[in-house]
Antibody
Framework: EVQLLESGGGLEQPGGSLRLACAAA????????MSWVRQAPGKGLEWVSA????????NFADSVKGRFTISRDSSKNTLYLQMSSLRAEDTAVYFC??????????????WGQGTMVTVSS | DIQMTQSPSSLSASVGDRVTITCRAS??????LAWYQQIPGKSPKLLIY???TLQSGVPSRFSGSGSGTDFTLTISSLRPEDFATYYC?????????FGGGTKVEIK
């Protein structure tokens, strides 16, 4: 079964750091670009970042550029999001998502269940 | 950056109704548009990609149309399990912007 399982969320103070992980199963991880999408409480979906299948190309939303990094470890079938200089407005459920095809950009056909990140003092 | 504007932001409908949601891109995006359904407390689910292609396993009462800047999602006959929030998303390039969402509520 194709599935994604996020972990690493929690409560962090403003200015702090967190690393999220997304374990993938059921597909050839290295063949697909992956992405992070977040959803603030009661709000809509916001794309955060994407990384190519080989891990060499990345993109970020302006709201997180310079503070977040995305990476992947194909030996562990795991996607990561390193978040630093956290702000209250980063509070959200963070979903990892798989691109539908091997194309660099496509729709997201598989989503994880999400992990909650709360930034508060 | 290209903005995605959905309308309406919410609607009330009854089981059996035909429902149409629109999504407008501020610039042309060809057919690089997806629609998602999100039930409260759940992850989004892909319904349609390439503006009009139904994702495997999605009921045929869902359909999508459009190209360029104007797109629509239609539910031909609303079922109880369709009450949810629907999002469009453009994916022709970064940022992969979502529309603001349309909440479909029970009348």
């Amino acid at each position: 079964e194709v599935q994604l399982l996020e972990s690493g969320g929690g409560l962090e103070q403003p200015g702090g750091s967190l690393r999220l992980a997304c374990a993938a199963a059921g597909f050839t991880f290295s063949n697909y670009a992956m992405s992070w999408v977040r959803q603030a409480p009661g709000k809509g979906l916001e794309w955060v970042s994407a990384i190519s299948g080989g891990g060499t190309t990345t993109n970020f939303a302006d709201s997180v550029k310079g503070r977040f990094t995305i990476s992947r470890d194909s030996s562990k079938n795991t996607l990561y999001l390193q978040m630093s200089s956290l702000r209250a407005e980063d509070t959200a459920v963070y979903f990892c998502a798989k691109f539908r095809s091997a194309n660099w950009y496509d729709a997201f056909d598989i989503w994880g269940q999400g992990t909650m990140v709360t930034v508060s003092s | 950056d290209i903005q995605m504007t959905q309308s309406p932001s919410s609607l009330s409908a009854s089981v059996g109704d035909r429902v149409t949601i629109t999504c407008r891109a501020s610039q042309g995006i060809s057919n690089h548009l997806a629609w998602y359904q999100q039930i409260p407390g759940k992850s989004p689910k892909l319904l349609i990609y390439a503006a009009s292609t139904l994702q495997s396993g999605v009921p045929s009462r869902f359909s999508g149309s459009g190209s360029g800047t104007d797109f629509t999602l239609t539910i031909s006959s609303l079922r109880p399990e369709d009450f949810a929030t629907y999002y469009c998303q453009k994916y022709n390039g970064a940022p992969l912007t979502f529309g603001g969402g349309t909440k479909v509520e029970i009348k």
